[in-house]
């Protein structure tokens, strides 16, 4: 999907992290722009950092509520007509061991990340294939989609569902030869604001894992130390799109760990932990 002027935009966790900084380099191409987060005082502030002239329209989204993304496919297509990159970015991350995790802790981030994902694609995609025009869905896992990291079994559940998710979105719709592509982002450890996510945790959703604080405190030490800035994601994210590429792997050093996974599981062995 080379020519994204003047196509439209949608961005999921548009406030902060990658999605800002997608909706820059999207405002630069010259897309108009939808932009959607639970955080609407982020929204005003990605907004403010666009270029003059660009058309957006900002709304208030919980991608965990289909009806709230069901909404924000409504009013994309009565303000634009269109969508043509759709971006399920949202997302949020608990860690701790597994067996003292929360129900809460999975309603919670399965509800955003994956659920999140699923609502993205069955409210847009429809509606994509209806246009018939040249469309693209780029879908955020991580390397935790591919990897199998402990103390963060909560989160790599849910990216592996977006990460087979996405595989079988791109079969289907090329078996139903639709003009749309599919990507799934896997970077590993970036400055974002996922690290802080907690701060929007419904109440309702509080009960948090007792043992996450040494965890929660590795992560947050990974995440600051990350050698790619958000900015960096978002390009490689965009020069993907463009040369519709599938896999979007922007950590090259943790290919080996890959690779061990998927040894280990064809020579059947016990698993290899890629963060001994």
């Not at 199998?148 to 087979?164: A, E, F, Q, R």
């Not at 974002?192 to 948090?208: E, N, Q, S």
């Not at 947050?220 to 792997?249: E, M, P, W």
Request: with cysteine.
């Amino acid at each position: 999907m080379n020519a994204l002027h003047d196509k439209v935009a949608v961005i999921t966790g548009a406030a902060s992290g990658f999605g800002r900084e997608l909706a820059l380099l999207c405002a630069g191409e010259g897309m108009r722009l939808v932009l959607a987060d639970i955080d609407m005082a982020g929204l005003e502030a990605t907004q403010a950092r666009l270029p003059a002239g660009i058309e957006v329209l900002r709304q208030r989204v919980d991608v965990a509520s289909a009806e709230t993304v069901a909404a924000l496919a409504d009013a994309t297509y009565a303000r634009f007509g269109a969508a043509h990159l759709l971006f399920n970015n949202a997302g949020v991350a608990v860690a701790g061991p597994t067996w003292t995790t929360t129900r809460a802790d999975w309603q919670w981030v399965l509800g955003v990340n994956l659920m999140g994902v699923v609502h993205g694609i069955q409210s847009f995609v429809p509606r994509m294939l209806a246009q018939g025009d040249e469309c693209h869905v780029v879908n955020t896992a991580s390397v935790a989609g591919l990897l199998s990291v402990p103390g963060s079994s909560v989160y790599c559940v849910s990216k592996h569902g977006v990460v087979t998710l996405s595989e079988c979105l791109h079969h289907e719709l090329r078996v139903a030869n639709a003009k749309i592509g599919v990507s799934v982002l896997c970077p590993a450890f970036v400055p974002t604001g996922i690290a802080d996510a907690a701060r929007h945790r419904p109440a309702h959703l509080a009960d948090t894992n007792p043992l996450a604080a040494p965890f929660e405190a590795r992560v947050r030490k990974a995440v600051q130390s990350g050698k790619l800035s958000a900015a960096d994601i978002a390009r490689a994210t965009i020069q993907a799109v463009k040369a519709d590429r599938f896999y979007i792997l922007t950590h090259p050093n943790i290919k080996p760990s890959i690779e061990a996974r998927m040894r280990d599981i064809l020579d059947e062995r016990a698993p290899t932990n890629p963060m001994p």
